[in-house]
Structures are given as structure tokens and as C-alpha cells.
């Protein structure tokens, strides 16, 4: 297992397109979150799955935004008709809850919106 | 809401020298806090848990709640400790991570 995999890592679109970004994560884990990270800035939550169910969502996540988890397995996260203020990278985390959760983060997809 | 504070951005110093990453953090309930790390070209991946009170690769961190502060220390600094560092909270009742913004820290030989 090479741990939490995304898919792509960068993403060059223009305004108003629509792009859909997938995480696979850690086979046994639980928990799949998805976090953005702009320059400067720390990775924000944007919200997080416990198997298929989506149990909370940042009030960051607009109605443009949508995530799935189907079969509590991978995830994908969809943005409609992107602004360049999505541009960002977005990375997807997983866990098991079990004791003290840790996450384990993917390497990121790199979003850019001419 | 929840915020986490890291007051520096930049951190330098030297190889040998002991090197403290602050880390500050408003909530009104009792926390659970943590350190994150990204070396160059290298995921983001947890140091340490102030519930774990273990010491990682040098490094320590104490919860202290009355200063609601979580600073990240080691004695002697390593050119490999160079990375970005993050603190990041999480309530007691929820899964998501509130971070700072991030510390890089540069450990000059």
C-alpha cells in the first residue's frame, strides 16, 4: 500500500469549467477527509466522510462544491463552474477510528483557474 | 470559533541550537492538539499529539492550557528538522482539523 493516492496532482482549467478531482485512500481506513491549501495558508477542512456517509461539511463548501464517497472507498470532489479563487491545492486525508486518529494525508491536487 | 495561531512564518537557527516553534490557540472547551510536518517534496505527515506526551524525532510539545499554547520544542536542531510545521486542533466533539498557518523552519549547518 503506498498510502493515500490523488488523482490528478495538478489541474489547469478555465473559469467556468467543471473539474472532478479523486482520492483512494488507505484501504482499511474508515475516514476520508478532504482539506484546501492556499499559499501562505494552512489546509482548511472542507469536509469528511465516516465510510459513505458525508457527516459535516465547512461552511466553506459552496453549493458549487460537491464530494462523494459511493461504496466508502475512494472519494471524489467536484467543483462547478470554477472561479480562480478555487485555485488552490486540495488534499484528501484518511484515518481509522480506532484509539487516537491520525490522518494520513495524499500528496495533493494542484487546481489552477485562468 | 477555534482558531490556531503560529506567530512566526520564517524560523532560522542554527545546527546545534535549541529551536522553539510557538504555537497558539483559542477554544473554550478542552482541546486536542497537535504538530504537523511537510519536509521539502514530502506529504504532510503528523509529528506529534499533546494526548500521546511522546517525544518524536527530538521533538516535545506541552499543552498549556492556562497560556492556551502548545509550543514545539528540541534542544539541539538537525539540519534535517528543516520543513514546514503546523499546529493543528481538534475539538473534543468533532473530527475536523482546525491549522495555523504554518512555521518554516531552516536549520543552517
Known amino acids: 500500500d503506498t498510502g493515500v493516492s490523488q488523482d490528478p496532482r495538478h489541474k489547469i482549467t478555465k473559469r467556468g469549467q467543471n473539474v472532478t478531482f479523486r482520492c483512494d485512500p488507505i484501504s482499511e481506513h474508515n475516514r476520508l477527509y478532504w482539506y484546501r491549501q492556499t499559499l501562505g495558508q494552512g489546509p482548511e477542512f472542507l469536509t469528511y466522510f465516516q465510510n459513505e456517509a458525508q457527516l459535516e461539511k465547512s461552511r466553506l463548501l459552496s453549493d458549487r462544491f460537491s464530494a462523494e464517497r459511493p461504496k466508502g472507498s475512494f472519494s471524489t470532489l467536484e467543483i462547478q463552474r470554477t472561479e480562480q479563487g478555487d485555485s488552490a491545492m486540495y488534499l484528501c486525508?484518511?484515518?481509522?477510528?480506532?484509539?487516537?486518529?491520525?490522518?494520513?494525508f495524499g500528496s495533493g491536487t494542484q487546481l489552477s483557474v485562468l | 470559533a477555534q482558531r490556531v495561531t503560529q506567530p512566526e512564518k520564517l524560523l532560522s537557527v542554527f545546527k546545534g541550537a535549541p529551536v522553539e516553534l510557538k504555537c497558539n490557540y483559542s477554544y473554550s472547551g478542552s482541546p486536542e492538539l497537535f504538530w504537523y510536518v511537510q519536509y521539502s517534496r514530502q506529504r504532510l505527515q503528523l509529528l506529534l499529539r499533546h494526548i500521546s506526551r511522546e517525544s518524536i524525532k527530538g521533538f516535545t510539545a506541552d499543552l498549556n492550557k492556562g497560556e492556551t499554547s502548545f509550543h514545539l520544542k528540541k534542544p539541539f536542531a538537525q539540519e534535517e528538522d528543516s520543513a514546514m510545521y503546523y499546529c493543528a486542533l481538534k475539538e473534543t466533539s468533532g473530527s475536523r482539523l482546525t491549522f495555523g498557518e504554518g512555521t518554516q523552519l531552516t536549520v543552517n549547518p
Open positions: 486525508a484518511s484515518s481509522f477510528t480506532t484509539g487516537i486518529e491520525k490522518l494520513f
